[in-house]
């Protein structure tokens, strides 16, 4: 008998519909995506998503990102699902700030490698099945990252999705 693979399940929120799409078609590859231009539409939907790794975008309307995360972590069944800001805001400040209010991992816009980006998801959906879907609030992720993913473009340039 054939063993079955799941997938993980990501949940997308992405409000520029070209970055939306690219990223569904790249991520669709290796995951399962719920994928979302509206937080609020990602916040109904979320019964039927039953996401295993939440990546948002932060500059969105009519909430940002990280108010998503909080509405999404106070919803029953996800307040431990690990959680990845998607952002053009690459100041080290910028990214501490977005660590401490929730987010696992910071991930900067324009991604120049989508081997990095895979890494960073597959590290979050890794220790967070591994630790029984606790959240993972100790994830260092300038010491376990890739190092652009991790301190942002600042010191690579930035480039487009590859």
Do not use: W
């Not at 998503?68 to 699902?81: E, H, S, W, Y």
């Not at 816009?109 to 029984?132: H, N, Q």
């Amino acid at each position: 008998m054939a063993e079955t693979t799941t997938r993980p399940n990501l949940l997308l929120v992405e409000d520029d519909a070209d970055t939306l799409e690219v990223l569904s078609i790249l991520l669709g590859e290796r995951y399962a995506v719920s994928a979302y231009r509206s937080p609020l539409d990602a916040l109904r939907e979320l019964g039927t998503a039953r996401p295993d790794l939440l990546i948002l975008d932060i500059g969105m309307h009519p909430i940002n990102g990280v108010e998503c995360l909080q509405k999404i972590r106070a919803t029953p069944g996800n307040a431990d699902v690990p959680a990845m800001a998607l952002t053009g805001y690459a100041r080290d400040d910028e990214r501490a700030r977005f660590l401490a209010r929730g987010f696992q991992a910071v991930v900067v816009k324009p991604i120049l490698d989508s081997e990095d980006l895979m890494a960073v998801i597959d590290g979050l959906v890794d220790r967070s099945a591994a630790s029984g879907c606790d959240a993972v609030p100790d994830l260092d992720a300038q010491a376990r990252m890739p190092k652009f993913i991790a301190r942002g473009a600042s010191q690579t340039g930035r480039g487009r999705l590859a």
